[in-house]
């Protein structure tokens, strides 16, 4: 604020006796037709029906502390704008220049802001004050609330950060933007998730900092994680891809992905549509990745999900019955021609099936490569069909699959290391026929993404 007619340079009160003219005009209110708030206007002309929010400081002994000239601004703001509720909130006793305490100080008073107002969003005015008040509240605003963007746009708890610049008689409002150093180290923490393949949570970090092709890329890929194949053949077909991207050798990850009237129906080693050999691979490539990162409870879901999908994918690619792509509709077929002609290949169960379980799609599965001769994907299903608690084999009695996944599932409880270990050196042998001598595809995809940063 300016204290005019006093005769200071500027009519700014020197530093020196800033605290104790400010008293002075506290208690001599008849002054305040002399003082002139600068640069808090520019800003709350745009917002004259806010809540207000200043924060001042009081050491002990007072020295150049804003203490009164809170209490004057808040008086002179209410006059000229009476829609405003305005409030002054005290640092006391704290150094305005020791970071360490301001970001303690600003933390509790952030959180409480949010509790008292979880519906609002905040525009945060980072002017006037030190340095380091400057930079502990940028701080605390940044990792408590989410900045306003077009995609959040109307959301609450988001915030816009402003600073104002004197220009003349003008004040200049910019918005604050982050340094570059804070750029790259966010952008290091976004590579850590990446690598640890957590997708989602590196574009809730990313705040549109990665380039336009690292950010479509790694959209692509959490969609991949997380098996969205319908929305990524909506949306990120490979027309949807730049040249600059097609020509980058790592896209044959997501071209041999993609689907095409030439490829779709194409026979591989397993004898698969492409549309499944696709679920297949990035099923075994997620289990893999979740197992050398030991969690191995959505390691085992994962293992199990590639199983069902090996299966039916086989029998619809090599029979009548699309059960892999139309399960509800063609499950009661499928079942009724094993019950009907098949029904010698069921006697290892106790009773008659009565529903088509996986066990009983493994076993025809198993049945039926054997019959067109496709040994690979005859021998994979065998191995895999052991794993299932109906076939009662040795070697995973302790801990069946569908057991440990029954468990997850509906009883909550986790898989230990030890009895993921007896499924290690199976999902080694299915990841290693699959991929052959190809790169793991999680690993492409994020270096993919990570070489576009």
Known sequence: MRYLNQGYP????????????????????SEFKNIEPTILPAILDKFPDCKLIMFTSLQDPPYQDTYYEGYILKALFKKQYPLMDV???????????????????????????KHLYP????????????HQQKNALKAIVEFYFEPKTDENFGKTGTYQLYQGNEKGEETQIEEIKKTAVERINILSDIKTLILNNNYGAALTLNQNLLRRNAQLILEYTKLRWDGMWSEIDRKYGLDKFNKKIKDQ????????????????????LFRLYQRHYRICKTLLSKTYNLAQKKEFSRAVLSFHQFIEWIARAFIEANSEFEIATN???????????????????????????????????????EKLADEI?????????KRLMITQSTFRNKEFQKNYLDSLRNGIAHDGKGVTEKEFDAYQPLIEICYREFFQKENDLFKDLNDFIISNI
């Open 119 to 130: 519906k609002s969003n905040f525009i945060v005015y980072n002017t006037g004050g030190t």
């Open 87 to 113: 409030e002054v909130r005290n640092f006391e006793n704290i150094n305005p220049t020791n970071e360490d305490d301001l970001v303690e100080k600003f933390n509790f008073e952030l959180q409480s802001l």
């Open 10 to 29: 500027e009519d700014f009160i020197p530093k020196n006796v800033f605290y104790d003219k400010t008293k002075f005009l506290w208690e001599n209110q």
């Open 249 to 268: 050798n790592l896209f044959h990850v997501i071209q041999d992905a993609g689907l095409s009237s030439e490829n779709d129906n194409s026979r591989n």
């Open 327 to 365: 399960y509800y509709k063609y499950k009661a077929p499928l079942f009724e021609d094993c019950m009907k002609n098949h029904e010698y290949l069921f006697n290892i169960f106790d009773e008659s099936p009565k529903y088509l379980s996986l066990p009983v799609i493994l076993l025809y599965g």
């Open 373 to 381: 001769g496709n040994l690979q994907t005859k021998n994979l299903l």
